[in-house]
C-alpha cells in the first residue's frame, strides 16, 4: 500500500460545477497537509495548505483534513476554465528532512 | 527573479549515454529535492540534500546519483542511461523552519532512446 492515494481521473466538469478532490494516506505521523495545482509542462505550485486536521478556505479553494479517517480533501467552488490543471495533494511528518511525499495527482477538465 | 532554474529544459540521450541535470537556487534555502514524474505515478523522490555537502537517498534512487557541492546548487547524474528514466525532472528548495513554502522549477524533459 503506497503511502498517499489519489484517484488519478481524470475529471471533467461543465464550468460553474463544485469540484471535490481526495486524498487518503496511511502513514499516521504525517502532520503537514498541502495541494499543488500542475499547469501543463509546468513545475507543482502549492495552492492550499493546512496542519493537522480542520479546514481552510481561500477564496473559492476549500481545503479539509480529517485525520481520523486519514483523508484530505480540496474543494473548488464556481470552478473555472482557468482551474484546468492536474492537482496533486502532498504531506509530510514533522521533521524528516521537510521530505513531501504526493498523490499521483488528479487531471481536471473545467469546460467553458 | 528568485526561484529555481533547472538547465537544461529538454534533452534526448541513447541509452548507456550519461549527463548531469543541474538545478540552482538562489533563495539561500538549505533543503533541495530531485523528483521524477510519470504518468500515473505522481511525483517521486529520486534523491535529496538537507545542506551543502550532504545528500541522501529518497524512494527511487537507483541509477542516478548526486552532488552538493554548493549550496546553492544540486546536481543530479545519470552515469548510464536507461530507456527506464525518460522521464519529467523536477528540482525544488525550501529553506529551515519553512513548513509548506516549497519552490519547484519548471523541469527538465528527459528521452532516453
Known amino acids: 500500500q503506497k503511502e498517499v492515494e489519489q484517484d488519478p481521473g481524470p475529471l471533467s466538469v461543465p464550468e460553474g460545477a463544485i469540484v471535490s478532490l481526495n486524498c487518503t494516506y496511511s502513514?499516521?505521523?504525517?502532520?503537514?497537509f498541502m495541494w499543488y495545482r500542475q499547469y501543463s509542462r509546468k513545475g507543482p505550485e502549492l495552492l492550499m495548505y493546512?496542519?493537522?486536521?480542520g479546514n481552510k478556505e481561500d477564496g473559492r479553494f476549500t481545503a479539509q483534513v480529517d485525520k481520523s479517517s486519514k483523508y484530505i480533501s480540496l474543494f473548488i467552488r464556481d470552478s473555472q476554465p482557468s482551474d484546468s490543471a492536474t492537482y496533486l495533494c502532498?504531506?509530510?511528518?514533522?521533521?524528516?528532512?521537510?521530505?513531501?511525499?504526493f498523490g499521483k495527482g488528479m487531471k481536471l477538465t473545467v469546460n467553458p | 527573479n528568485a526561484g529555481v532554474t533547472q538547465t537544461p529544459k529538454f534533452r534526448v540521450l541513447k541509452t548507456g549515454q550519461s549527463m548531469t541535470l543541474l538545478c540552482a537556487q538562489d533563495m539561500n534555502h538549505e533543503y533541495m529535492y530531485w523528483y521524477r514524474q510519470d504518468p500515473g505515478m505522481g511525483l517521486r523522490l529520486i534523491h535529496y540534500?538537507?545542506?551543502?555537502?550532504?545528500?541522501a537517498k529518497g524512494e527511487v534512487p537507483d541509477g542516478y546519483n548526486v552532488s552538493r557541492l554548493k549550496k546553492q546548487n544540486f546536481l543530479l547524474g545519470l552515469e548510464s542511461a536507461a530507456p527506464s528514466q525518460t522521464s519529467v525532472y523536477f528540482c525544488a528548495s525550501i529553506k529551515t523552519g519553512d513548513y509548506y513554502g516549497y519552490t519547484f522549477g519548471s523541469g527538465t524533459r528527459l528521452t532516453v532512446v
Open positions: 493546512t496542519y493537522s486536521s
Open positions: 502513514n499516521s505521523a504525517f502532520q503537514y
Open positions: 502532498a504531506m509530510k511528518t514533522q521533521g524528516g528532512s521537510e521530505k513531501l511525499v
Open positions: 540534500s538537507v545542506g551543502e555537502g550532504t545528500t
